[in-house]
């Protein structure tokens, strides 16, 4: 758990470094994480957070070119603003965006 949450400091910590010019370790693996088109790579990833540290790794995530299927997963989220980040994305599915017109929050039924 405590690895885990090092991981999110890291990423949110070097971002913007100068001295890594851009390119931080872990950049490299969000991007697997959200090209991967298996899902379960991300519930392994985040296995043992914090809701809060799970849902700070997911924003993080969702600024990232996502695949198809980690949208679709990610659209089903219990949480309503990746939900709704995940309707904004302009590479959702139109079969995932149908569904969310029904989704219980009215934020992510407007997305």
Same mark, same amino acid.
């Given at each position: 758990?405590?690895?885990?949450?090092?991981?999110?400091?890291?990423?949110?910590?070097?971002?913007?470094?100068?001295?890594?010019?851009?390119?931080?370790?872990?950049?490299?693996?969000?991007?697997?994480?959200?090209?991967?088109?298996?899902?379960?790579?991300?519930?392994?990833?985040?296995?043992?957070?914090?809701?809060?540290?799970?849902?700070?790794?997911?924003?993080?995530?969702?600024?990232?070119?996502?695949?198809? !299927?980690? /949208?679709?997963? #990610?659209?089903? =989220?219990? @949480?309503?603003? +990746? %939900?709704?980040?995940?309707?904004?994305?302009?590479?959702?599915?139109? !079969?995932? /965006?149908?569904? #969310?017109?029904? =989704?219980? @929050?009215?934020? +992510? %039924?407007?997305?």
């Amino acid at each position: 758990m405590k690895r885990n949450r090092l991981k999110i400091c890291h990423i949110r910590n070097t971002a913007g470094s100068n001295k890594l010019k851009g390119k931080h370790p872990a950049k490299k693996t969000v991007q697997k994480i959200a090209l991967s088109k298996d899902p379960s790579v991300l519930e392994k990833y985040t296995m043992g957070m914090k809701d809060e540290e799970r849902l700070d790794f997911i924003k993080i995530l969702l600024d990232y070119d996502l695949s198809a !299927e980690m /949208l679709s997963y #990610l659209s089903r =989220d219990k @949480d309503k603003e +990746v %939900r709704e980040r995940a309707a904004q994305n302009p590479k959702t599915p139109i !079969e995932i /965006l149908k569904l #969310l017109v029904g =989704d219980e @929050d009215q934020w +992510v %039924r407007n997305s």
